[in-house]
Nanobody, 118 residues
Framework: QVQLVESGGGSVQAGGSLRLSCVIS????????MGWYSQAPGKPRQMVAI??????????ADSVKGRFTISRENGGNMVKLNLQMNMMTPEDTAVYYC?????????WGQGTQVTVSS
């Protein structure tokens, strides 16, 4: 049973930083892509950043380029996916979800709330 467990959400003032982490209970060799998505109230879920299993493919939403950094750490039968968020703005306020595409199947974390106050 694949599990994605997120941590690191919370509240921060504008200009501040937060780091999200997601532990994916799967070997890196079985993962196609991993990423972070956000969903603000009343809006659809949207891609924030994605990374391929080989780390050579990395894409960011235009709104976070230069401020957010996605990275991953391999650990045997698990992978830790990180999202470093700097220079945050109130527009970054949303629930953030970890995603992994494993052998063509989408898996999602439970979501973690991020709130940026002005």
């Amino acid at each position: 049973q694949v599990q994605l467990v997120e941590s690191g959400g919370g509240s921060v003032q504008a200009g501040g930083s937060l780091r999200l982490s997601c532990v994916i209970s799967e070997r890196i060799s079985r993962i196609n892509f991993m990423g972070w998505y956000s969903q603000a109230p009343g809006k659809p879920r949207q891609m924030v950043a994605i990374i391929g299993s080989g780390s050579t493919t990395v894409n960011y939403a235009d709104s976070v380029k230069g401020r957010f950094t996605i990275s991953r750490e391999n650990g045997g039968n698990m992978v830790k996916l990180n999202l470093q968020m700097n220079m945050m703005t109130p527009e970054d306020t949303a629930v953030y979800y970890c995603n992994a595409v494993i052998q063509g199947i989408d898996y999602w974390g439970q979501g973690t709330q991020v709130t940026v106050s002005s």
